[in-house]
């Protein structure tokens, strides 16, 4: 059996994402979202989630390259000057690394961002960081440790088989593998041991930002068995702080394109979030086929 997650990362951080999010979800094939809770249009998203019940979202932890939850004061080795996260990801990370007082004003942020998820009364479907910053050991530890306290059940481990982008690409090359590949290793290793589901494989690496139509459609049609997560970076339009080079509106297009949709309805294959696949079973699904609703709360049994 084919089980497939369909994320939407970055929602909240501009009104066109959230756009995006909630009409590929309506109208499309996208069944989850991770929400960054500090971002400018996180209250929006999360107004926009409560209207969409069976829209599974989680957390998105930004612990680089945007605001932190605390003040600045409060987490002064994690920002710079103008209080914003650092965007030195390395430098940050050595920092996070041999710093005990790093370590602690980031077990607070991470907390708070936690804490603010807990008071949407959204059911917290998984989580995830910006940037995959959580392949970091420490701040992997920290996610699963402080996420355990906040009903964590699930999270994102970046591992992309390149074998299955060759059938759709074949001189895709994947240099990058090798160097993330222990660290990907270990963050297993850790979801396993804290009881947390995670997929068997993620695609949205390699071609971060550039999921056109044809590209989602062949890979839909090459999924392996097993639990597959596949995150895009939807958007309407244009918006402050998009990254540079993605195709927001084409992956926003192609999540809500009639072959994807089609292509989705395969008898073998079951969308849904994490939360409908912690025990193993196909998401449950409403007269008209859509995911059934999510009581708030808490996830699923």
């Not at 069976?54 to 932890?61: D, E, K, Q």
């Not at 530890?141 to 699930?154: N, S, T």
Request: charged share 20%; hydrophobic share 45%.
């Amino acid at each position: 059996m084919k089980r497939l997650i369909v994320t939407a990362d970055d929602f909240g951080a501009a009104l066109e994402v959230n756009e995006a999010v909630e009409a590929a979800h309506r109208g499309g094939i996208l069944t989850a979202a991770s929400l960054m809770v500090s971002a400018p249009a996180a209250d929006d998203a999360i107004a926009r989630a409560r209207r969409n019940p069976s829209l599974r979202v989680g957390l998105h932890l930004v612990l680089a390259e945007g605001r932190p939850l605390l003040p600045a004061s409060a987490v002064r080795h994690l920002v710079d000057a103008g209080g914003m996260f650092r965007t030195d990801m390395a430098a940050l990370g050595a920092v996070i690394a041999f710093s005990r007082q790093a370590r602690r004003e980031l077990a607070a942020e991470i907390t708070a961002q936690f804490a603010a998820f807990r008071a949407t009364g959204l059911p917290l479907d998984h989580c995830n960081a910006h940037k995959h910053f959580h392949l970091h050991p420490v701040i992997g530890r920290l996610m699963a440790e402080i996420g355990g306290r906040f009903g964590l059940r699930a999270a994102r481990v970046p591992s992309e088989p390149a074998a299955v982008l060759r059938k759709i690409e074949p001189r895709t090359r994947w240099a990058p593998e090798a160097f993330t590949a222990p660290l990907t290793l270990l963050l297993r290793r850790r979801c396993r041991a804290a009881g947390l589901l995670a997929p068997d494989r993620v695609f949205g690496l390699r071609w971060s930002g550039q999921f056109a139509k044809d590209r989602l459609l062949s890979l839909l049609r090459n999924l392996p068995d097993g639990l597959t997560e596949i995150y895009l970076h939807p958007a309407t339009g244009s918006f402050a702080g998009a990254a540079p080079g993605y195709r927001h509106r084409e992956e926003f297009e192609a999540l809500t394109d009639p072959q994807i949709i089609s292509a989705s309805r395969e008898p073998s294959l079951r969308l849904g979030g994490f939360s409908d696949f912690l025990c193993g079973e196909p998401a449950p699904v409403d007269q008209g086929g859509r995911l059934a609703a999510m009581p708030y709360g808490g996830a699923m049994p």
